[in-house]
């Protein structure tokens, strides 16, 4: 059983920042990639930026140069610091973990984010 429990997110003004962090227990043995999703009222979940176990990094194009993600490894924990925050990055985000061993990956219950103009 693994769960997944985000924190960080809330309502803030356009420009503004926030930092998101998803932390795992249970019976957790080597995550492989680790991420983070988003959903929007109406439209459908897309992938907002993802870590590998070696650190590589990828990232939307819609939040390139103002999102950061990060993982700490001994704390089983990913975040996703959020910079320069537009109305349209309000959504629902999702932390996502692939684990080797389960070989499947699991979501978290999901985070509020809203960007007030």
């Known amino acids: 059983q693994v769960q997944l429990v985000e924190s960080g997110g809330g309502l803030v003004q356009a420009g503004g920042s926030l930092r998101l962090s998803c932390v795992g227990s249970g019976s957790i043995f080597s995550i492989n990639r680790m991420g983070w999703y988003r959903q929007a009222p109406g439209k459908q979940r897309e992938a907002v930026a993802a870590?590998?176990?070696?650190?590589?990094?990828n990232y939307a194009d819609s939040v390139k140069g103002r999102f950061t993600i990060s993982r700490d490894n001994a704390k089983n924990t990913v975040y996703l610091q959020m910079n320069s925050l537009k109305p349209e990055d309000t959504a629902v985000y999702y932390c996502n973990v692939f684990i080797d061993f389960f070989n499947r990956d699991y979501w978290g219950q999901g985070t509020q984010v809203t960007v007030s103009s």
């Open positions: 870590i590998s176990s070696g650190g590589s990094t």
